[in-house]
């Protein structure tokens, strides 16, 4: 059907940056939304940033520093992330609403995730 991984995470800085990837694969015709959330330990999964179309949204603790975006030629959906902070240190999960090249419809899946962890 379909599979969808995460990947880019990494152990970096206070104020340094990374780029998360959300890649596709599989039965996909397109990227319809993109959902990035993270869980950090001994907190609830929070909603960071989504994508439809041109329309995007961020949790107000990541405006102006993480910056979602798809690239459906590729199948894949990124977040960049700068100006990291320890309080951002989490496993970030992408959440992807698919159209599926069979036969049109839809799937909503993720992966395992992806580590990020910022020390001060």
């Known amino acids: 059907q379909v599979q969808v991984v995460e990947s880019g995470g990494n152990l970096v800085q206070d104020g340094g940056s990374l780029r998360l990837s959300c890649a596709a694969s599989?039965?996909?015709?397109?990227?319809?939304?993109i959902e990035w959330y993270r869980q950090a330990p001994g907190k609830q999964r929070e909603l960071v940033a989504s994508?439809?179309?041109?329309?995007?949204n961020y949790a107000d603790s990541v405006k102006g520093r993480f910056t979602i975006s798809t690239d459906n030629a590729k199948n894949t959906a990124y977040l960049q992330m700068s100006g990291l902070k320890p309080e951002d240190t989490a496993v970030y999960y992408c959440?992807?609403?698919?159209?599926?090249?069979?036969?049109?419809?839809?799937?909503w899946g993720g992966g395992q995730g992806t580590q990020v962890t910022v020390s001060s």
């Open positions: 959440q992807a609403l698919i159209v599926m090249s069979s036969d049109g419809s839809t799937w």
């Open positions: 599989g039965r996909v015709l397109s990227i319809r939304e």
């Open positions: 994508i439809s179309g041109s329309t995007t």
